[in-house]
């Protein structure tokens, strides 16, 4: 199975300033297609896990141009600026390359 | 527009088999390359995928639960379906199901309770 990896966040973080979470799998997920098969959700709280990248750094429709994906085969980073009291939640990287699917343990944003 | 709605018993007792349901709406699950899958959250925990099933009637399961789950789909009535035997305390959470392009349902709150 690929496991996914997520760092922390130096909870709380100031609003208006940036917040970048990381995320490392153990097996690349760089396809022969040219596309990384990683995806970012946010969970608010109390609320199912809402898509916010798609293969790596394509934004879902509706996301905040605020949200950034990017990385290489297995080190990514989603960088979320000028964070704002909506993006308080768990963010989880997810891999779906190949099956199992397996999610990173989630990352938690406070703001301050 | 892509809504799916999960329905369950709510609660159940231990061993006995958990049995979810899948509506959706807004796509067709016989159109090319379209799946669904179901996803569990254990209250206050992380996200553990469990099953896909896709348009085409493969099925993936997670190899840590395999030998108690079935996913079934009714495409004519756009349902999606798991079915989890032998169910324990540790099966206690929120069931979500998602379509393959990242939308998910609410979810639903299963207890497994004596």
């Known amino acids: 199975d690929i496991v996914m990896t997520q760092g922390a966040l130096p909870n709380p973080v100031p609003s208006g300033e940036s917040a970048s979470i990381t995320c490392q799998s153990s097996?690349?997920?760089?396809?022969?297609?040219?596309?990384?098969?990683l995806n970012w959700y946010l969970q608010r709280p109390g609320q199912s896990p809402q898509l916010l990248i798609y293969?790596?750094?394509t934004r879902a429709s509706g996301v905040s141009d605020r949200f950034s994906g990017s990385g290489s085969g297995t080190d990514f980073t989603l960088k979320i600026s000028r964070v704002e009291a909506e993006d308080v939640g768990v963010y989880y990287c997810q891999q779906f390359l190949e099956f199992p699917l397996t999610f990173g343990s989630g990352t938690k944003l406070e703001i301050k | 527009q892509v809504t799916l709605k999960e329905s369950g018993p709510g609660i159940l007792q231990p061993s006995q088999t958990l049995s979810l349901t899948c509506s959706f709406s807004g796509f067709l699950l016989s159109a090319s390359s379209v799946g669904v899958g179901w996803i569990r959250q254990p209250s206050g925990k992380g996200l553990e995928w469990l099953a896909t099933i896709g348009w085409e009637d493969v099925k993936h399961y997670n190899p840590s639960l395999k030998s108690r789950l079935t996913i079934s789909k009714d495409t004519s009535n756009n349902q999606v379906f798991l079915k989890i035997t032998s169910v324990d305390t540790a099966d206690t959470g929120t069931y979500y199901c998602?379509?393959?392009?990242?939308?998910w349902g609410q979810g639903v709150m299963v207890t497994v309770s004596s």
């Open positions: 293969w790596m750094s």
């Open positions: 097996k690349s997920l760089l396809y022969s297609d040219g596309k990384t098969y």
């Open positions: 998602a379509h393959t392009l990242g939308y």
